[in-house]
């Protein structure tokens, strides 16, 4: 019926009072039908594509249960990554406490754009080459591949600081490991890979002696990452908890993006263009009044 016309015409009814008013009574109730349809057709052809396009999430099947093995996958990961797992993350900012200061990162829309960038060109994805890298030389038992990304790892930081704050993070995650997380072949990975571990390799090295997939721990590792910077911000700007979860929900899809070019990437593939936030991490040495250690 879309794109009908319909003409008012004069209506005639004979025929006695009582049957005239059911001929109207049906009319009217038909008319009411029509209307009816017509009104759920509209509603049906404008929601449903609302709904298709909002929703980007690929629906699950939740009746199947997790198998042992993805179980303990994912209990691993959420307890080495919380910020809850004494790695000391906290008393780090990554330089964000300088941008603080000079007025690079003032509110939550330029520490999104501040992280983002991080993220994609700098810190962020080379920790995540180096995880990959390191997961998959201790899954492959490749130690002369797993002492060289080690090696890179730890040479691989533009200023003193950072160097603390990714072997300190690094130390204490293999300690907590060893003491609390030991398995069969984690000892050997450990003293293969020497002794200079940064963090993310020591994550890639544990993960992958647990026989934990890359993906999903690259992803947690990203992740992670990202809640303790914008930690560091919400205290240094400050910013409220609303704030925070904007801040962390728009950059998904940057964490999504970065975790898939450290997959694919060699180790010649290592680099940053996040000038300013090296330099951030440089100044801040020499800043007067810190909360942070970097």
Known sequence: MRGAVIRPRKLAFKGTPRRIMHRMTTLLMITIIMTSIAATTIITTTTTPMLMTTNDLVPVDDRREMRDGEAAALYRLLTWLSPAFPVGGFSYSSGIEWAVEAGDVADAGTLCDWLAMMLAEGAGLSDGIFLAHAHRAVETGDDVALREVAELGAAFVPSRERQLETSAQGRAFIDIARSAWSCAGLEQAIAEAGAAIVYPVAVGLVSAAHGIPLASTLHAFLHALTSNWISAGARLIPLGQTDCQRVLAG????????????????????????????????????????????
């Open 251 to 294: 950059l998904e899809a940057v964490v999504a993006a970065t975790a898939r070019r450290a997959v694919s990437a060699t180790l010649d593939d290592v680099g940053s263009a996040t000038f300013r936030a090296d330099l951030a991490s440089l100044r801040h040495e020499a800043q007067y009044t810190r909360l942070f250690r970097s």
